[in-house]
């Protein structure tokens, strides 16, 4: 059993950076492919990126190409999303998965953690 605890989310400027850390206990995280979702109230929770169990393939949705950074030290069972040029859009509940492929469907990932603030003031 996969458990995931997200951290790092806080109140940021716009144009300010972030980044948010999924640590995995249990099971065999450097076998998982790892996904970032994020929700607001009243929306779908949607994509935000994902990345493959080894790192050699990343995937990321198209609003934060160029912005966000996924990656991964499996020695660590952590996943990190490098967040930069933040802006109000970006404000939501960040949660990560994971799952056996870098999907952007929710359906694909088993295990889910708790999720993080993340919060963009203008």
């Known amino acids: 059993q996969v458990q995931l605890v997200e951290s790092g989310g806080r109140l940021v400027q716009v144009g300010g950076s972030l980044r948010l850390s999924c640590e995995s206990s249990g099971g065999t995280f450097s076998t998982y492919a790892v996904g970032w979702f994020r929700q607001v109230p009243g929306k779908e929770r949607e994509f935000v990126a994902a990345i493959s169990w080894s790192g050699g393939m990343r995937y990321y949705e198209d609003s934060v190409k160029g912005r966000f950074t996924i990656s991964r030290d499996n020695a660590k069972s952590t996943v990190y999303l490098q967040m930069n040029s933040l802006k109000p859009e970006d404000t939501a509940v960040y949660y990560c998965?994971?799952?056996?492929?870098?999907?952007?469907?929710?359906?694909?990932?088993?295990?889910w953690g708790q999720g993080t603030q993340v919060t963009i003031s203008s």
């Open positions: 998965a994971a799952g056996r492929s870098h999907s952007y469907l929710r359906g694909d990932y088993n295990y």
